[in-house]
Protein backbone atom coordinates (compact mmCIF):
# COMPACT_ATOMS: atom_id res chain seq x y z
CA UNK A 1 0.00 0.00 0.00
CA UNK A 2 1.68 4.00 -0.70
CA UNK A 3 2.20 5.69 1.58
CA UNK A 4 -1.16 8.21 0.30
CA UNK A 5 -3.53 5.41 0.64
CA UNK A 6 -1.99 4.66 3.95
CA UNK A 7 -2.38 8.72 5.15
CA UNK A 8 -6.64 8.34 3.16
CA UNK A 9 -7.27 5.02 5.04
CA UNK A 10 -5.64 6.72 8.35
CA UNK A 11 -8.30 9.64 7.59
CA UNK A 12 -11.21 7.81 7.16
CA UNK A 13 -10.49 5.61 9.85
CA UNK A 14 -10.26 8.82 12.13
CA UNK A 15 -13.80 10.50 11.01
CA UNK A 16 -15.49 7.22 10.45
CA UNK A 17 -15.41 6.51 14.37
CA UNK A 18 -12.22 3.84 13.71
CA UNK A 19 -12.66 0.29 11.52
CA UNK A 20 -16.28 -0.21 12.08
CA UNK A 21 -16.57 2.68 9.97
CA UNK A 22 -14.96 1.16 6.87
CA UNK A 23 -16.14 -1.95 7.44
CA UNK A 24 -19.18 -1.27 9.07
CA UNK A 25 -22.03 -3.58 10.56
CA UNK A 26 -24.13 -2.33 7.84
CA UNK A 27 -21.85 -3.73 5.48
CA UNK A 28 -21.28 -6.60 7.11
CA UNK A 29 -25.32 -7.63 7.58
CA UNK A 30 -25.58 -6.64 4.16
CA UNK A 31 -22.96 -9.37 2.53
CA UNK A 32 -24.41 -11.97 5.30
CA UNK A 33 -27.82 -11.07 3.53
CA UNK A 34 -26.79 -11.82 0.07
CA UNK A 35 -24.69 -15.04 1.35
CA UNK A 36 -27.81 -16.20 2.71
CA UNK A 37 -29.91 -15.77 -0.41
CA UNK A 38 -27.59 -17.44 -2.40
CA UNK A 39 -27.50 -20.22 -0.14
CA UNK A 40 -31.44 -20.46 -0.59
CA UNK A 41 -31.35 -19.98 -4.01
CA UNK A 42 -28.81 -22.85 -4.13
CA UNK A 43 -31.16 -24.88 -2.45
CA UNK A 44 -34.20 -24.22 -4.40
CA UNK A 45 -32.46 -25.06 -7.85
CA UNK A 46 -31.72 -28.70 -6.20
CA UNK A 47 -35.23 -28.81 -5.48
CA UNK A 48 -36.62 -27.66 -8.81
CA UNK A 49 -34.54 -29.32 -11.17
CA UNK A 50 -33.78 -33.04 -9.18
CA UNK A 51 -32.35 -34.24 -12.18
CA UNK A 52 -29.11 -31.74 -12.66
CA UNK A 53 -26.17 -31.47 -10.74
CA UNK A 54 -25.01 -28.42 -8.85
CA UNK A 55 -22.13 -26.92 -6.93
CA UNK A 56 -21.86 -24.07 -4.42
CA UNK A 57 -18.10 -22.46 -4.51
CA UNK A 58 -17.15 -19.47 -2.21
CA UNK A 59 -14.01 -18.29 -4.38
CA UNK A 60 -12.68 -18.97 -7.81
CA UNK A 61 -8.90 -18.94 -8.41
CA UNK A 62 -6.83 -16.48 -10.53
CA UNK A 63 -5.05 -19.42 -11.75
CA UNK A 64 -8.12 -20.83 -12.64
CA UNK A 65 -9.50 -18.09 -14.76
CA UNK A 66 -6.15 -17.99 -16.54
CA UNK A 67 -6.16 -21.80 -17.32
CA UNK A 68 -9.51 -20.61 -18.63
CA UNK A 69 -8.68 -18.03 -20.64
CA UNK A 70 -5.72 -19.74 -22.25
CA UNK A 71 -7.91 -22.29 -23.07
CA UNK A 72 -10.13 -19.84 -25.68
CA UNK A 73 -7.00 -17.90 -26.96
CA UNK A 74 -3.37 -19.16 -26.19
CA UNK A 75 -2.58 -15.46 -26.15
CA UNK A 76 -4.56 -14.94 -22.86
CA UNK A 77 -4.24 -16.11 -19.18
CA UNK A 78 0.02 -15.37 -19.53
CA UNK A 79 0.03 -13.49 -15.89
CA UNK A 80 0.09 -14.23 -12.87
CA UNK A 81 2.44 -13.28 -9.67
CA UNK A 82 0.75 -14.22 -6.81
CA UNK A 83 -0.26 -18.45 -7.06
CA UNK A 84 -2.65 -18.59 -4.75
CA UNK A 85 -4.82 -15.00 -5.59
CA UNK A 86 -8.50 -16.08 -5.51
CA UNK A 87 -12.02 -14.11 -6.12
CA UNK A 88 -14.17 -14.20 -3.65
CA UNK A 89 -17.87 -12.65 -4.12
CA UNK A 90 -19.94 -11.99 -1.32
CA UNK A 91 -22.69 -14.44 -2.13
CA UNK A 92 -20.72 -17.06 -3.89
CA UNK A 93 -20.95 -19.11 -7.37
CA UNK A 94 -23.37 -21.66 -8.48
CA UNK A 95 -22.54 -23.84 -10.97
CA UNK A 96 -24.66 -26.58 -13.01
CA UNK A 97 -22.72 -29.49 -14.31
CA UNK A 98 -23.58 -29.89 -18.15
CA UNK A 99 -24.30 -32.98 -20.28
CA UNK A 100 -20.25 -32.56 -20.98
CA UNK A 101 -19.52 -33.14 -17.49
CA UNK A 102 -18.21 -29.93 -17.48
CA UNK A 103 -19.22 -26.52 -14.76
CA UNK A 104 -21.05 -23.83 -16.18
CA UNK A 105 -21.39 -20.89 -13.83
CA UNK A 106 -25.33 -19.66 -13.69
CA UNK A 107 -24.81 -17.27 -10.90
CA UNK A 108 -22.46 -15.08 -9.12
CA UNK A 109 -23.49 -12.36 -6.52
CA UNK A 110 -22.31 -9.27 -4.85
CA UNK A 111 -23.19 -6.85 -2.26
CA UNK A 112 -21.87 -3.53 -1.33
CA UNK A 113 -23.31 -1.07 1.19
CA UNK A 114 -22.62 2.88 0.93
CA UNK A 115 -23.69 5.77 3.13
CA UNK A 116 -25.53 5.86 6.30
CA UNK A 117 -26.61 9.23 5.98
CA UNK A 118 -30.38 8.15 6.77
CA UNK A 119 -29.94 6.15 9.83
CA UNK A 120 -27.37 9.47 11.01
CA UNK A 121 -30.44 11.81 9.99
CA UNK A 122 -33.33 10.37 11.87
CA UNK A 123 -30.69 9.95 15.26
CA UNK A 124 -29.29 13.28 14.78
CA UNK A 125 -25.87 12.60 14.44
CA UNK A 126 -23.41 14.97 12.55
CA UNK A 127 -21.09 14.01 10.29
CA UNK A 128 -17.90 15.34 9.07
CA UNK A 129 -14.11 16.36 9.90
CA UNK A 130 -15.60 19.05 12.30
CA UNK A 131 -18.75 16.93 13.12
CA UNK A 132 -21.19 19.77 12.12
CA UNK A 133 -22.67 18.08 8.44
CA UNK A 134 -25.75 16.29 7.89
CA UNK A 135 -24.26 14.49 5.11
CA UNK A 136 -21.10 13.26 4.22
CA UNK A 137 -19.51 12.91 1.13
CA UNK A 138 -19.69 9.74 -0.41
CA UNK A 139 -16.58 8.04 -0.81
CA UNK A 140 -15.35 5.82 -3.85
CA UNK A 141 -15.11 2.46 -2.32
CA UNK A 142 -18.19 1.21 -4.77
CA UNK A 143 -15.49 1.61 -7.36
CA UNK A 144 -13.54 -1.82 -5.87
CA UNK A 145 -16.54 -3.87 -7.71
CA UNK A 146 -15.27 -3.71 -11.36
CA UNK A 147 -12.39 -5.51 -10.14
CA UNK A 148 -14.24 -9.22 -9.69
CA UNK A 149 -17.13 -8.56 -12.66
CA UNK A 150 -13.56 -8.27 -14.50
CA UNK A 151 -12.19 -11.47 -13.12
CA UNK A 152 -16.01 -13.31 -14.38
CA UNK A 153 -16.00 -11.50 -17.74
CA UNK A 154 -12.74 -13.00 -18.33
CA UNK A 155 -13.59 -16.77 -17.05
CA UNK A 156 -16.90 -16.67 -18.87
CA UNK A 157 -15.16 -15.20 -22.12
CA UNK A 158 -16.62 -18.35 -24.10
CA UNK A 159 -20.40 -17.76 -23.14
CA UNK A 160 -23.57 -16.12 -24.01
CA UNK A 161 -24.85 -15.37 -20.52
CA UNK A 162 -23.22 -13.24 -17.74
CA UNK A 163 -24.84 -14.51 -14.66
CA UNK A 164 -23.52 -11.19 -12.42
CA UNK A 165 -25.44 -9.51 -9.86
CA UNK A 166 -24.45 -6.59 -7.57
CA UNK A 167 -27.47 -5.59 -5.15
CA UNK A 168 -26.04 -1.98 -3.96
CA UNK A 169 -27.98 -0.48 -1.12
CA UNK A 170 -27.36 2.71 0.86
CA UNK A 171 -28.00 6.34 0.46
CA UNK A 172 -24.91 6.54 -2.22
CA UNK A 173 -27.12 4.59 -4.13
CA UNK A 174 -30.39 6.79 -3.62
CA UNK A 175 -32.86 6.22 -7.01
CA UNK A 176 -34.77 9.02 -6.42
CA UNK A 177 -35.06 12.79 -4.18
CA UNK A 178 -36.80 12.39 -0.73
CA UNK A 179 -36.43 14.15 2.60
CA UNK A 180 -35.40 13.04 6.02
CA UNK A 181 -36.73 13.79 9.22
CA UNK A 182 -34.28 15.13 12.27
CA UNK A 183 -35.24 14.20 15.94
CA UNK A 184 -35.71 18.28 15.90
CA UNK A 185 -38.46 17.90 13.37
CA UNK A 186 -36.75 19.63 10.95
CA UNK A 187 -35.67 17.59 7.45
CA UNK A 188 -32.68 16.75 5.38
CA UNK A 189 -33.02 16.25 1.68
CA UNK A 190 -31.32 13.21 0.18
CA UNK A 191 -30.55 14.06 -4.09
CA UNK A 192 -30.39 11.35 -5.92
CA UNK A 193 -29.05 13.65 -8.33
CA UNK A 194 -26.38 14.83 -6.39
CA UNK A 195 -22.71 14.47 -7.51
CA UNK A 196 -21.27 14.65 -4.15
CA UNK A 197 -23.69 11.91 -3.04
CA UNK A 198 -24.75 9.86 -5.36
CA UNK A 199 -22.29 6.63 -6.68
CA UNK A 200 -24.60 4.72 -8.76
CA UNK A 201 -23.12 6.12 -12.11
CA UNK A 202 -19.46 4.75 -10.73
CA UNK A 203 -20.96 1.34 -11.64
CA UNK A 204 -23.03 1.68 -14.85
CA UNK A 205 -20.09 1.26 -16.86
CA UNK A 206 -20.67 -2.36 -15.73
CA UNK A 207 -23.88 -2.33 -17.32
CA UNK A 208 -23.23 -0.62 -20.58
CA UNK A 209 -25.01 2.64 -18.75
CA UNK A 210 -28.39 0.46 -19.34
CA UNK A 211 -31.33 0.79 -17.32
CA UNK A 212 -30.35 -0.51 -13.39
CA UNK A 213 -32.40 -2.96 -11.66
CA UNK A 214 -33.07 -5.01 -14.89
CA UNK A 215 -32.11 -8.58 -15.16
CA UNK A 216 -28.73 -8.60 -17.60
CA UNK A 217 -28.25 -12.41 -17.35
CA UNK A 218 -28.61 -12.98 -21.13
CA UNK A 219 -25.61 -11.31 -23.47
CA UNK A 220 -26.55 -8.75 -25.80
CA UNK A 221 -24.99 -9.10 -29.44
CA UNK A 222 -24.51 -5.12 -31.48
CA UNK A 223 -23.47 -4.76 -35.11
CA UNK A 224 -20.04 -2.94 -35.81
CA UNK A 225 -19.39 -2.20 -39.38
CA UNK A 226 -19.82 -5.39 -40.73
CA UNK A 227 -19.35 -7.82 -37.69
CA UNK A 228 -21.18 -8.03 -34.11
CA UNK A 229 -20.00 -7.73 -30.99
CA UNK A 230 -20.97 -9.41 -27.48
CA UNK A 231 -21.49 -7.63 -24.22
CA UNK A 232 -21.14 -9.04 -21.07
CA UNK A 233 -23.59 -6.97 -18.96
CA UNK A 234 -23.46 -7.25 -15.04
CA UNK A 235 -27.09 -7.15 -13.60
CA UNK A 236 -27.00 -3.74 -11.25
CA UNK A 237 -29.68 -3.75 -8.59
CA UNK A 238 -29.49 -0.34 -6.46
CA UNK A 239 -31.73 1.66 -3.82
CA UNK A 240 -31.14 3.42 -0.49
CA UNK A 241 -33.71 1.37 1.28
CA UNK A 242 -32.63 -2.48 2.63
CA UNK A 243 -33.37 -5.12 0.45
CA UNK A 244 -35.03 -8.26 2.18
CA UNK A 245 -33.69 -11.87 1.52
CA UNK A 246 -36.46 -12.82 -0.42
CA UNK A 247 -36.17 -9.79 -2.96
CA UNK A 248 -32.49 -11.09 -3.83
CA UNK A 249 -33.65 -14.41 -3.54
CA UNK A 250 -36.40 -14.04 -6.29
CA UNK A 251 -33.72 -11.96 -8.58
CA UNK A 252 -30.89 -14.37 -7.70
CA UNK A 253 -33.34 -16.85 -9.05
CA UNK A 254 -34.50 -15.84 -12.32
CA UNK A 255 -30.83 -15.08 -13.35
CA UNK A 256 -29.67 -18.98 -12.34
CA UNK A 257 -32.77 -20.20 -14.71
CA UNK A 258 -32.23 -17.45 -17.48
CA UNK A 259 -28.63 -18.91 -17.18
CA UNK A 260 -29.96 -22.71 -17.45
CA UNK A 261 -32.22 -21.60 -20.12
CA UNK A 262 -28.94 -20.48 -22.38
CA UNK A 263 -27.33 -23.20 -21.50
CA UNK A 264 -29.63 -25.33 -22.91
CA UNK A 265 -30.43 -23.26 -25.97
CA UNK A 266 -26.90 -23.40 -27.06
CA UNK A 267 -25.43 -26.50 -24.92
Not at 165 to 178: C, D, E, H, I, R
Request: net charge positive; proline share 2%; aromatic share 10%.
Amino acid sequence: MSKGQTKRLTKQHISSGGASGIFGEDAQVHEHSVGRASAGVFEQLKQKYPRYQFRFRQTISKKEINEKLNSIDKRLGKTLFVKDSKIKPDGGIIEVQDKHGNWRVILVSEAKFQGKDVENIQAGILVGKNKNQDLMVAGNAIERVYKNINEFRNYLLDEYHFPYVVFLQGSNFATKTFQVFKPDGSFVEIRHDSGAMNRIDRVTAANYCMEINRNYCKNIFISHKNSSVMLQAASIYARCEPWSEDEMREIMMDIAETSIDMLNQLG
